[in-house]
């Protein structure tokens, strides 16, 4: 292996840091966040939201979520939907 070997290894070598580096970079400007950021622009209304939640134990939760404006009482337990229940109307 002579010096020109040696060079070029070195190169490539600080070629490919290099580049590493600059994707991490890109990738920390650019990264996930940068979709919810281009959605966030077009802020389109959304038809469903969760109001609130709460846990009842390991295996059940409770959510009250809006559609529509309407609200509804789900009973969520063991990964799937155990009631639907109509929200108390506060007028």
């Known amino acids: 292996m002579d010096l020109t070997d040696l060079v070029?290894?070195?190169?490539?070598?600080?070629?490919?840091?290099?580049?590493?580096g600059l994707a991490a970079v890109a990738l920390r400007?650019?990264?996930p966040d940068a979709i919810s950021r281009i959605s966030a622009q077009k802020k389109k209304?959304?038809?469903l939201r969760i109001v609130?939640?709460?846990?009842?134990?390991?295996?059940?939760?409770?959510?009250?979520?809006?559609c529509d404006g309407r609200e509804r009482m789900i009973l969520l337990g063991e990964?799937?939907?155990v009631a639907d229940l109509p929200a108390r109307a506060d007028a």
């Open 52 to 66: 609130e939640t709460l846990t009842l134990d390991p295996a059940r939760r409770i959510l009250i979520i809006e």
């Open 79 to 81: 990964g799937r939907l």
């Open 8 to 20: 070029r290894a070195m190169f490539a070598l600080a070629l490919t840091l290099g580049l590493i």
């Open 45 to 47: 209304e959304r038809r």
């Open 29 to 31: 400007k650019y990264g």
